[in-house]
């Protein structure tokens, strides 16, 4: 069944627009329904949107199914969703060695309310560093698949459900085997994971659900921003990047089918106002993305608190919020106030929203009045004492500038969960939005000190010496996201805050610096003499076999070495890692120049670039001194990645990768990009050793001089 419905999803994407078109005054613009122009047009308008909802249901001939689905019936009330970072160090301790969902979600309670699920985002912006596709990737999380398992048993726990995203632009990386769709359905269900959220599309394809449901494990799935009508059936969730009107919008898949779940995202926005309020007045979702790549864009006190008020009411009442005759733009009698209103059996409730920049008061609405009906302000907690006229009520009360409301109207007495809803929202609502800080603030980061070694008066033997001088020190990160916002990228110490780009005059001291990578000869001299054995040994020398290298690869970089293993044979040598600085100094010399040799990209001073899905041997060092530095250090660029600095903040670890390797996984620019040139640096996010190592990451020494 399955191939004809992909068929017909081919058949009705070929089809011209104009034979797709039809008449209405409002025609959606994305995944958006304009609304009326004035409340005089209100009714007008809801009569449009409701014809045109019925004639384009029968146009891509919908079934309502999936939503029926047991199973899947927890996304309709998947309200707070953020996006999270494997690397948040909220969600993983390094050094207990165990991940601390408790944490993570306590602090998320505390801030704004909690969450009702989690997209756990392994991925990006690390994947291509090596051919490790997206699923090893999961797979190399800390404590493998067991511990994966575990980690989403832990937030089942709290009631919170797990998605995992799946990137089918990744074809670039090691072949899984399979199509993208049965490795979704079959490691997620391995995991225990509840969904998969599709990266960059706008419909996750049929075979996914086919796939899934092949596994007696069903999910649900969340494209990123559902754009294709006829995947409304199987696609339970999306999210919405939407644009802002001083008129709400209405979410045209919500409006096609009220069970759909619509998560809104802007995750570069500081400014939540818009965000919160087009949710909750469609009365659907919202994606709470703080960490962004590592770069945090943490939500303000007064939007966590809306969120909080939010999420509050609409948790109480999902049923009433999925009503199939929900009507948006019901009659207010305020400017810039707007309502929508949600019946459900012998309870209405109107989700609302002032658009002004200043306070409403008075009288708000006239709803449908019939004895024995209460009304009751959910927003602050209290009953209403409408002013009866006809079969009318008059409801009064006020909504603060850029502010929420709510309102239900109850035939009958209220029940034990109505009267937890109302003494809880009491409780906040004394306190208004205003009277909290609305400031945007980035977060702070530290460079992890770097412990200088014994001053040696002659060269160790393998290093070179570095003279002392005054170097212009000028880099920037090439991160694709973020732009030149302030928070990208990394923070030196003398920086006022993190930024992409960044020019420093310093005064270097001499040092020494080894002429080539670390080799895997020379790491197992060290592994040898001290038995080293990291606690998180996942992947660590993962191409040795038997405690030692292969055959002939003793002066190739050794790789497969975490930041800690580097550093951990760096102590046993004497030595250190080296400052990003010094790395440059030593590459660059005093004249600036884009890479060791000089100006010009020169093919024969590195190693050859590899771009298929599997990946050769490096080469060994000295195999290409046309690459030498003006100080004559070799292997620079081009071979493998070289690990340097680290910075931390309280919510990412990161350390900053010099010199580019070999490989360039194709076919799409989401993959870690290189950096060549001396005046550009990678920045890898790091979460624990077992996912931190990789085949491209090695690492050189330096030492301090008298």
Known sequence: MSKYILSFFIFVLSV????????TAYPPSG???????TSADSSKWLADVQHWRV?????IGYSGSEYDRPELKWTQSSFIQPQMMIHDRYFYDPVAGAYTVDHYLDDLQHRYGGIDSVLIWQSYPNIGIDNRNQYDLLRDMPGGVSGVRQMISDFHRRGVRVLFPVMLWDQGTRDEGVPNWTATARLLAEVGADGANGDTLNVAPITFRTASDATGHPLAFEPENLGVDLGLPWNNLSWGYWDYSFVPTVSKYKWLESRHMVNICRRWGRDKTDDLQHAFFNGVGYESWENVWGIWNGITPRDAEALRRISTIERAMPQILTSADWQPHTPTLQYGVFASMFPGQGRDLWTIVNRNDYDVTGRQMKVPFAPGTHYYDLWNGAELKPEIQDSEAALTFEIEAKGFGAVLALKGDPDAQLHQLLERMSELSPKRLQDF?????????????????????????GMVRIPAAKF?????GIEIEGGNDIGVDVQYPWEDAPRRHHLKSLDMKPFYIDK????NSEFKKFVDATHYQPRDDHNFLRDWKDGSFPEGWANKPVTWISLEDARAYAAWAGKRLPHEWEWQYAAQGTDGRLYPWGNDWNLAAVPPVQRGRDM???????AYPQGASPFGVEDLVGNVWQWTEEFIDNHTRAAILRGGSYYQPQGSMWYFP???????????????PSTDRSATVGFRCVADAE
């Open 55 to 59: 004639e384009q249901r029968i146009r």
């Open 616 to 622: 050769r041997d490096r080469s060994a060092v000295g």
């Open 516 to 519: 080539f990578p670390v080799t």
């Open 674 to 688: 290189q950096a060549y040139k001396l005046n550009e640096h990678g920045k890898y996010l790091l979460i624990a």
């Open 472 to 476: 212009e020190f000028g880099v920037s």
């Open 437 to 461: 800080s609305h400031e945007w603030k980035f977060l702070p980061q530290q460079i992890v000190s770097i412990t200088p070694t014994k001053p040696f008066a002659t060269a160790p033997e």
């Open 31 to 37: 995944s958006q329904i304009p609304g009326p122009t």
């Open 16 to 23: 011209p627009p104009i034979l797709r078109a039809q008449d």
